[in-house]
């Protein structure tokens, strides 16, 4: 390794792992002390870092303020350093953070909120295939129907909150006074997708949410059916199915095979 390479690399260290082993090949100025002016650099790149963290949890910022929102993005930069030069994902693990720290995971309504928006900004930033169209059902073998299985469209997914998150952040991007946080009664089901390019969320009632569960790992429309059957009754259910199935066609949740 060249003596710039091994350089580059010890000045990566300080700044990121506060390793000082590089103050040995800085020199002072007439001006300022090396460990000072590398405190600089440090203080610089974490700023950045928050920036970045800003950005992408801009509702968790405006529900907590400024200067919570920025201590709890210090915290989470130590537990987490950079470790990628995509600053996109940096911050993929703020949601976990939040529910397993021990001065956060009492307000689970953080973790949630963070959830929500990394589901939204996934949603966003994911590739765009072609999607399943009723034509494409048409072509399709009535004895084929049985077997039939689906795939999501890789900016569609889910995720349940605990709390009413999802509420505060409708008030939050309307730009008004969010709700105090609560627990939710019963699990919030969500189905994070994107329309007309934009990211957008939707509240699945049970049936659906399992429907749409199930439908993700693999299992048959036709299995689908006796399930939505055992579920809420066997009256209708290939019907309710079929309407399931028209209405994410429709959203353009589900990719052409």
């Not at 765009?128 to 004895?143: H, P, Q, S």
């Not at 009413?164 to 730009?175: F, G, K, P, T, V």
């Not at 939707?202 to 059957?229: H, K, N, P, T």
Request: glycine share 6%; charged share 25%; hydrophobic share 45%.
């Amino acid at each position: 390794m060249s003596a710039l390479s091994e350089l580059q690399e010890s000045f990566q260290r300080a700044i990121v792992e506060g390793d000082d082993t590089v103050l040995a090949e800085i020199v002072d100025t007439s001006k300022e002390r090396r460990d000072v002016l590398l405190g600089v650099y440090r203080n610089a790149y974490v700023l950045r870092l928050i920036e970045f963290l800003a950005n992408d949890y801009e509702k968790l910022k405006a529900l907590l303020g400024e200067e919570q929102f920025e201590r709890i993005a210090r915290e989470y930069i130590a537990a987490h350093p950079s470790h990628t030069p995509n600053a996109r994902w940096f911050g993929e693990k703020l949601p976990d953070f939040l529910r397993s720290a021990p001065d956060y995971r009492g307000v689970p309504v953080l973790g949630d909120l963070a959830a929500l928006e990394k589901a939204l900004n996934d949603s966003f930033d994911a590739a765009e295939v072609t999607t399943l169209a009723m034509e494409d059902l048409a072509a399709i073998e009535t004895d084929a129907w049985a077997t039939l299985t689906l795939a999501p469209h890789p900016c569609a997914s889910r995720i349940d909150l605990t709390t009413n998150a999802a509420n505060i952040w409708s008030y939050l991007h309307r730009c008004e006074e969010p709700p105090a946080p609560a627990d939710a009664e019963s699990p919030v089901r969500i189905l994070v997708s994107r329309d007309d390019g934009m990211a957008v969320f939707r509240i699945l009632d049970g049936e659906e949410a399992m429907m749409w569960d199930e439908a993700a790992d693999g299992v048959s429309f036709g299995v689908l059916c006796e399930m939505i059957a055992a579920h809420s009754g066997e009256e209708d259910a290939a019907s309710r199915a079929a309407g399931y199935l028209s209405a994410w066609i429709g959203r353009g949740l589900l990719a052409r095979p």
